[in-house]
């Protein structure tokens, strides 16, 4: 492969992971790698990505044996916790230096509690005691119905008013939103006998915001990463996340590639309740977003998607591999007019954003050849004989061919193929997470880094969390 193309070997990291790479103090995204951008034809990403093409799965099931659908839910929830790009366009390139993060890039709960009570009492009760403490849901409306009960509370033209408008573009994560104000609520409750006013407040929030950080970490990151560059990186540090404390960033390598990873694992279908059937993802009870919710059967139990101790029988995400439900290729919101698959919106949106090819980053975490080889070959092997990858692989599609070909590093040094992400996207997703975590002054991993789920409030888990 060509030099001219980020391909060559590199002898170490130093040069090509520094703070602020490619970025200035106060702006909310930079790159993590000084790499040179991988370019490739416009119309063989569209090859790859469009439906019926090399990334189609169809509507075959093929699940995972550890990671939950809800779990792939929970990190669409985590992702519009710290990023909303407003601003990129996948028709032109993206100066990354003048994208502006409407969220921020701390895992802070902001798409729960907006800028707070005073900033925006709207999302609050006013009713009480727990005036200015308690979220707002559709139970607080005055004599509400059975379904406005189990919804978010919403404005008279059906809007969900809640801190961030995207947690509402499907019943599944309004329905997460739903729970996690619930589980706020539940903490006030928890904490009343000891605190009140503001100070109830305050305390309930952070107590809400580190059992949610926790719970990434110790949860999420495990199942998506593998314990074991979890472990390494609360036990040596991050090596190419590069953040000084209180000014955190979001690397595009992460929120335009690796963080993209969930998409392979979405399901054609989904049964949300105990013995009901599974239901279209894009079909009428789950797909339509921003609007009430119409029908009981759209009202998400959680132990039915995510892990716990009732003994049901969880629903599973789909593999992490090269493959897309094929409904993911043709997304029925998006005008025929424009891209309307998935895949080629992520494989072109990378393009805009000059990202490096997955090979080249892989050589900047010396990683050994012969893996890098056998990633690479796999993918232009799925890729087919139309779509060239031989100047590097797009760095979503590489980092998918990472998951499929050699998978997620358990604690116990073993790998999970297509269970979790591979070596290059694990220490990606999991540096950028807990990277933020310890540069945010307010996070537990900061203020006390060895505080655990404690006081009645033992949440250790997603299936805790979201049934406490």
């Known amino acids: 492969m060509s030099d001219n193309h980020g391909m060559h070997?590199?002898?170490?990291?130093?040069?090509?992971?520094?703070?602020?790479?490619?970025?200035?103090?106060?702006e909310s995204f930079g790159r993590m790698f000084n790499l040179p951008p991988l370019s490739t034809y416009p119309g063989s990403l569209k090859e790859l990505g469009k439906q019926g093409g090399p990334m189609d799965g169809g509507t075959n099931s093929n699940r995972t044996s550890t990671v939950a659908v809800g779990d792939v839910f929970f990190g669409q929830f985590i992702d519009h916790d710290i990023t909303l790009d407003v601003m990129s366009s996948l028709s032109s390139t993206t100066d990354v230096t003048q994208l502006h993060n409407a969220r921020s890039p701390s895992l802070d709960l902001d798409n729960i509690y907006g800028n707070g009570p005073e900033a925006q009492p709207y999302l609050y009760s006013s009713q009480g005691n727990f005036s200015g403490i308690k979220l707002l849901t559709g139970a607080d409306l005055a004599n509400p119905t059975q379904l406005e009960a189990a919804d978010l509370v919403r404005s008279i033209h059906g809007r969900a008013i809640i801190g961030d408008p995207r947690n509402d573009e499907n019943r599944v994560i309004s329905q997460l939103q739903l729970a996690m104000i619930n589980f706020h609520n539940h903490v006030v409750d928890h904490l009343s006998a000891d605190y009140s006013g503001a100070e109830l407040y305050e305390h309930s929030r952070e107590y809400t915001t580190w059992h949610y950080q926790w719970v990434v970490v110790h949860d999420f990151?495990?199942?998506?990463?593998?314990?074991?560059?979890?472990?390494?990186?609360?036990g040596s540090g991050c090596k190419y996340y590069k953040a000084q404390f209180g000014d955190a960033y979001i690397p595009i390598e992460f929120s335009v590639a690796a963080y993209r990873f969930g998409h392979s694992m979405i399901p054609q279908k989904i049964q949300i309740q105990k013995n009901d059937s599974a239901l279209e993802l894009f079909g009428a009870l789950l797909g339509r977003g921003f609007e009430p919710l119409s029908d009981a059967r759209g009202i998400v139990d959680w132990l039915e998607i995510v892990h716990s101790n009732a003994g049901r029988n969880v629903q599973m995400a789909e593999k992490l591999d090269t493959k897309l439900a094929t409904d993911l290729l043709k997304l029925?919101?998006?005008?025929?007019?424009?891209?309307?698959?998935?895949?080629?919106?992520?494989?072109?949106r990378g393009q805009s954003f000059l990202l490096p090819s997955g090979e080249n980053i892989a050589q900047a975490m010396q990683r050994p050849q012969v893996e890098i080889d056998s990633v690479s070959s796999n993918a232009q092997t799925v890729a087919g004989n139309n779509v060239d990858l031989s100047t590097g692989t797009p760095l979503w599609f590489y980092l998918l061919s990472e998951a499929e070909q050699i998978g997620r590093e358990t604690s116990t040094g073993t790998f999970d193929k297509g269970e979790g992400l591979g070596p290059v996207g694990a220490r990606i997703v999991a540096e950028t997470l807990i990277g933020l975590m310890e540069a945010d002054s307010r996070s537990y991993m900061t203020v006390n880094r060895n505080w655990e789920p404690s006081d009645g409030v033992n949440v250790s888990t997603l299936g805790e969390m979201l049934s406490f």
């Open 332 to 348: 029925p919101f998006i005008a025929s007019t424009s891209e309307q698959s998935l895949a080629t919106r992520n494989l072109l």
């Open 221 to 234: 990151l495990v199942k998506m990463c593998g314990g074991a560059v979890v472990n390494d990186i609360l």
């Open 9 to 26: 070997t590199l002898d170490g990291i130093d040069a090509f992971c520094s703070p602020f790479h490619h970025r200035s103090p106060g």
